[in-house]
């Protein structure tokens, strides 16, 4: 069994408080979303926000992605303004103590369609699936299938375009790496993310991510998966 890249008890901690920068700035996101607001704004906002809590930076570009954008998994912020009935993602993370955090939630700013919220549905609970397979001596492979399957059967297999997650440390993508071709294994300690996602190119997407420690079966983040709606 693999066990590189298993943190120790002060690792976690610095993990942990990375999360804990990141919710506090997720609100503060929240808080500046209205209309016309734009990608951009809300990108600089998260930047700004996780220095002034004390981290020592993003730990990756932050992904902000309206509407349509939201089908580019690694969507690069633009001028694009926010209007009422899009969904929203936004993909994020800090560094404390040189460990790294990362997070993405999707919401819906105002009325949503049918369809989103259908898609919304079928995202969180492959989410789920997913932390409830990561366990110790897990083949990577199967808690990937366990996210995957759940698109896959409700007609949306082909719309799920990366793997279900990565280890998170020092690095924000390290080993192990959950997807389809993995030949490793889950060892206890580990720290990976859970994000399943669906793209649908011309019109939306859908990501849920949080981190989860292998063992524990729960998410480091304090925030629910439901779907957000902000008025």
Do not use: W
């Not at 610095?14 to 734009?38: F, I, K, N, Q």
């Not at 993003?58 to 580019?72: K, M, N, P, R």
């Not at 009935?85 to 700013?109: H, N, P, Y």
């Not at 292998?214 to 439901?226: D, I, K, M, Q």
């Amino acid at each position: 069994m693999q066990n590189d890249h298993v943190k120790s008890a002060e690792e976690l901690a610095l993990m942990r408080r990375a999360a804990a920068v990141t919710d506090d700035v997720y609100d503060h996101l929240l808080s500046c979303v209205r209309e016309g607001v734009t990608e951009k704004e809300l990108a600089d906002e998260v930047l700004k926000k996780t220095r002034e809590l004390g981290a020592e930076d993003i730990s990756f570009d932050t992904i902000v992605a309206f509407g349509e954008s939201g089908a580019e998994p690694h969507h690069v912020p633009t001028d694009k303004p926010l209007e009422r009935g899009m969904l929203v993602t936004v993909d994020m993370g800090a560094v404390v103590g040189g460990f790294c955090s990362d997070f993405t939630r999707t919401f819906a700013f105002g009325d949503v369609g049918e369809e989103e919220r259908s898609v919304y549905d079928i995202v969180y609970r492959a989410q789920k699936a997913g932390i409830a397979a990561v366990r110790p001596e897990v083949m990577c492979r199967a808690a990937d299938a366990a996210a995957r399957d759940i698109i896959a059967e409700a007609g949306y297999g082909e719309s799920y375009i990366h793997g279900t997650g990565h280890g998170v440390g020092r690095e924000i993508h390290e080993p192990p790496t959950l997807n389809p071709k993995s030949e490793e294994t889950l060892a206890a300690g580990q720290v990976v993310t859970v994000e399943p996602g669906i793209y649908l190119a011309g019109r939306m997407g859908v990501r849920i991510e949080d981190m989860v420690l292998v063992g524990e079966g729960r998410p480091f983040s304090r925030h629910a998966t439901e779907l957000l709606t902000l008025r």
